[in-house]
């Protein structure tokens, strides 16, 4: 894996994941830049891939992005460092959770964490980051897409994990949140399955705008992830019944991003601090500006400057 660090902000964020865990199986030494998770010791100057940082390399992925067929997205392997996640994959099992919809579903046979989960403390460290400021700016860089939110309660999201039996049918993800109302704009995907055998019928299928024809077939392997841009057309899904042996699950890790509609073009409300004291000419200019046609005070702006 290539030499990773994580910025100063990115590394204050996963900190206070470690820092405000309540789990006894996490220390972090004094006066280092680790965190210690069930015996396993833990840079934080490891755990993302560095090119992530380079503007050429965003650039590079922003252009294969835009390239890809049969719609937007992104495969990487190594974003982040793999022991990060063998340490989220036993989470599943240490902090086990249920699935609050309905689990008779014709469609999709998976099992999902519920919204706001107890997380443990590497999973916290994984969504801690990929929810980060810096997280969403590299991908609003990549996507061009801006004002990109990040959704922390893990709605829809989370820890995700088919067992043997398990598929979810071809399908386009949903348009808005049922919580929040946001538009959906993208999923990130992590996978954690080591020594994955093809045979298991387990790869994430991209289908074509036309349903007819599976595109391309992405396995699920550890360290790899998937960015795909949501629309019309998106199909994807692993459809075919798994064939685990027993003990085995297909299991990631999902997040996803949103915008919001209404805080395109001019906002209707206050966007800015409202004072209770406001100068006499500061009044006036506020008043002329409510009375004067958007296009109209646009074009003096202009002219003045």
Known sequence: MPTCFVSPSAQRSALGCARHCRSAHVRRPAGTNHVEIRGTRL????????????????????????????????????????????LVREEFDLYPFRDERDLNRGYENTVRSPRNPVLGPAGQIYFGLVNSGWFVELLASITQVPELIADTSLHNGGLHESRRGGRFAVHRDFELSGCTGLQNRMVLLTYLNEDWDPAWNGALELWDADRSRCVRRIEPVLGRTVLMCNGATHFHGHPAPLSLPEGRARRSLATYYYTNTAGTGRPRGHTSSVYLFVARADRLRMWARQLTPPIVWDALKRWLR
């Open 43 to 86: 840079a934080f100057a490891e755990l993302v891939d560095a090119h992530l940082f380079d503007p050429a390399r965003r650039a590079a992925l922003g252009a294969e992005l835009r390239a890809a067929r049969p719609f937007e997205h992104l495969v990487a392997d190594g974003w982040f460092h793999p022991t990060l996640l063998r």
